[in-house]
């Protein structure tokens, strides 16, 4: 994939824009398709709770595929970030610890004290009601690939002079 430039004005330009963009919508679509078609001839139930590890493989396929494809892509940040990434490694190390370790205080104080649920309607209830721990592994993993898609995909915009606004209705 070419890197992406906003200088030229003419076809290859539109034609660099396009062809990214229908990556992200190709990798998105069969990714899906695979989860519901793919996992099953596999003997896998499509399902976080019941095919925890499995699925969480799955997702992490398409992590590194997402990486792979995209990665001249990435490599264009620090031309359309307003900071730099990972500039000074002490206030990353700072702020990736405090990240983290906010994660795991509210998910190991807070979220217990949340009530439990009690399902009275006659329809399934959602997965989030019925999750399992093992739920989160590859839901997180699933969202880290579509963060990936759609990091590739702002940055796409970006590289045609589209604002944050303008990428935000889109």
Request: with cysteine.
């Amino acid at each position: 994939m070419p890197i992406l430039s906003s200088t030229n004005v003419n076809g290859p330009q539109e034609a660099q824009f396009i062809w990214p963009l229908a990556q992200i919508a190709a990798i998105w679509t069969v990714s899906d398709i695979g989860y519901y078609f793919l996992l099953p001839a596999f003997g896998v139930q499509p399902n976080y709770n019941a095919g925890s590890i499995a699925v969480a493989l799955y997702y992490v396929f398409w992590v590194g595929f997402a990486v792979i494809t995209f990665w001249p892509v990435y490599c264009t940040w620090p031309q359309y970030g307003r900071w730099g990434t990972f500039e000074n490694r002490l206030t990353s190390y700072i702020v990736w610890s405090l990240s983290f370790s906010g994660c795991i205080l509210f998910a190991a104080y807070v979220l217990p004290l949340l009530p439990a649920i009690h399902w009275k309607e006659s329809w399934n209830p959602p997965d989030v009601v019925i999750a399992t721990p093992w739920y989160f592994l590859p839901k997180s993993i699933e969202i880290l690939f579509q963060q990936l898609l759609v990091v590739a995909l702002v940055l796409i915009l970006s590289a045609q002079q589209y604002s944050i606004r303008r990428i935000s209705i889109y």
